[in-house]
């Protein structure tokens, strides 16, 4: 198995643009999970569904984030307008239950300027 | 709310020894995992070993094991005999298997193997 699969690796962007990350689960898992990791906040949650459905957002920080996932091996994260706080390493992982491990894919670096 | 504390930001310890990172946590929920993740300098999130609220014995897995003391609320990583490949950012984390089922992470101990 590849693993949890994420693109672009790094993306360096301009404030103001739209930003579109990508993650591939791993297939049978049920569950996915969006991550931000930053000095000063750590790593936390944004969002996370079961079975294509997101069940809490709760940790999205704004309107300006919004994720989907419209099939068991697609989700996306996407951040419009972009801004230079938004520069963070975001991770996706992926788990077959609750309670189970949590599978994390090499994450995405993104850079606002 | 769930909370994890992990109140040794740094450690350096020398080659082969062994070294225990502390983690304490709080929730309300009786039904839980504890999780230990290892972030290298090159930045992926390994797992290392996960304990369950209702396992009777503490987990291993290799040269890792959990100390885990319920009635303290603690989740400590043992690493034994410690090589220099062990240098990373080390992370607790728990998630409640009733509640929020999000998985939250303490602050990370950054450990360095000194030769």
């Known amino acids: 198995d590849a693993g949890v699969i994420q693109s672009p690796r790094h993306e360096v962007t301009e404030m103001g643009q739209e930003v579109t990350l990508r993650c591939k689960p791993i297939?049978?898992?049920?569950?996915l999970f969006w991550y931000r990791q930053t000095m000063m906040r750590g790593l936390e949650l944004l969002i996370y569904?079961?079975?294509?459905?997101?069940?809490?957002d709760s940790g999205m920080p704004e309107d300006r984030f919004s994720a989907k996932m419209p099939n068991a091996s697609f989700s996306t994260l996407k951040i419009q307008p972009s801004e230079p706080r938004d520069s963070a390493v975001y991770f996706c992982?992926?788990?077959?239950?609750?309670?189970?491990?949590?599978?994390f894919g090499p994450g995405t670096r993104l850079t606002v300027t | 709310a769930q909370k994890i504390t992990q109140t040794q930001p740094g450690m350096f310890v020398q080659e082969k020894e062994a070294v225990t990172l502390d983690c304490t946590y709080d929730t309300s929920d009786p039904s839980y995992g504890l999780f230990w993740y290892k972030q290298p300098s090159s930045g992926e999130m390994i797992f290392l070993i996960y304990?369950?609220?209702?396992?009777?014995q503490n987990a291993t897995e290799g040269r890792y094991s959990l100390n885990f003391q319920k009635a303290r609320k603690s989740a400590n990583l043992v690493i034994s005999a410690s090589q220099l490949g062990d240098s990373a950012m080390y992370f607790c984390?728990?998630?409640?298997?009733?509640?929020?089922?999000?998985?939250?992470f303490g602050q990370g101990t950054r450990l360095t193997i000194n030769p």
């Open positions: 569904f079961n079975n294509n459905v997101p069940i809490d």
């Open positions: 984390a728990m998630r409640e298997i009733q509640g929020a089922q999000k998985l939250v």
């Open positions: 992982a992926s788990s077959l239950d609750t309670g189970a491990r949590q599978y």
């Open positions: 297939s049978g898992h049920d569950y």
């Open positions: 304990q369950g609220s209702y396992d009777q």
